[in-house]
């Protein structure tokens, strides 16, 4: 029987294991911490104390390092459900169950499809959901990426140091990022953005070849070797739903955003399985006033 068991490993869930162990609590974590959005995330410039911007994966690895110095543990098991056994929380994986006397969610969000004929087919063959995961797979070749936000305007200059042509297909009209971002993009020689555009196939034979979508009523396509999505993120809220936890109408987790307590007793939230402004920064805040709520709970 564990104190607190934390579902999701990243940096929400790993601020509130190192809170929740710090504090003397048995604290298990159970997320594959190189399967986190942070990890992924590439460069960090905006993430405090560190001037010069830091990788993802080393924050992320520094976060469970100091979570497991306090005595957390960390299995990368994937949770399949969760049980209310009234005064303790039954968690199964795959190949064992734990229990714990309070469960802090922190499962985070994934990237959205753009659900179109081809997609899915050609995922690992020319589409990706992570450049800094597979944009040098690309190197001098030409590339879409689909989107909008920050995230697409990281995606574009991340990939213009690595492919020799980058084409942005966005459904707004124009894109709207952190002003840094877009002063960048102006002096890129190598880029190109199409605005209002509607995807409707991606082809390809063994891997893609091209992307076909409308400006208007006008067909149109585009020839590339891949298609980086950037679409924005949706909750991974399975396991809230299943366990019976009000949600919000955007599908995230609702929580008193003073204590990231749920509607169930014993059970807290944190990170962008509650939706919010999705920073790793926010995340750290919700995931530590996550385990300071945890701490009360069990006295």
Known sequence: MHDVI?????????????YCARGGKKTLVLGNVYGSQQSMGGLYENYPGFPDG????????????????????NQTEQV???VNLGDFFRLKTENWQYEA???????????????????KEFTSRGVS??????????????????????????AILYLANICGKVHLLSSRDRLVAESVYLERIKTLSNYAATFGAEITAILGDQSVTSIEFKVGNTPRSLKVDGVFVE??????????????????????????????????????AAGDLTGGRMQVAT?????ASAAISALQYLG
């Open 101 to 119: 006397r309070a469960v802090i969610l922190a499962m985070g969000a994934s990237h959205r499809l753009i659900g179109v004929p081809g997609e």
């Open 283 to 287: 995340a750290v805040g919700s995931g």
């Open 6 to 18: 934390i579902v999701g490993a990243g940096p929400a869930g790993l601020t509130a294991a190192m």
């Open 54 to 73: 830091i990788q993802g994966i080393e924050l992320s690895e520094r976060m469970l390092a100091q979570a497991l110095k306090f005595g957390a543990e």
């Open 129 to 154: 959901y992570c450049v800094h995961c597979d944009g040098a797979l690309f190197r001098n070749k030409t590339v879409a990426v689909v989107g909008y936000g920050n995230g697409a305007a990281r």
């Open 231 to 268: 679409m924005g993120m949706r909750p991974n809220s399975e396991l809230a739903e299943a366990l019976g936890l009000e949600m919000t109408k955007g599908g995230y987790v609702k929580v008193n955003r003073l204590s990231q307590e749920t509607s169930m007793p014993g059970v807290f």
């Open 80 to 82: 399949e459900k969760i």
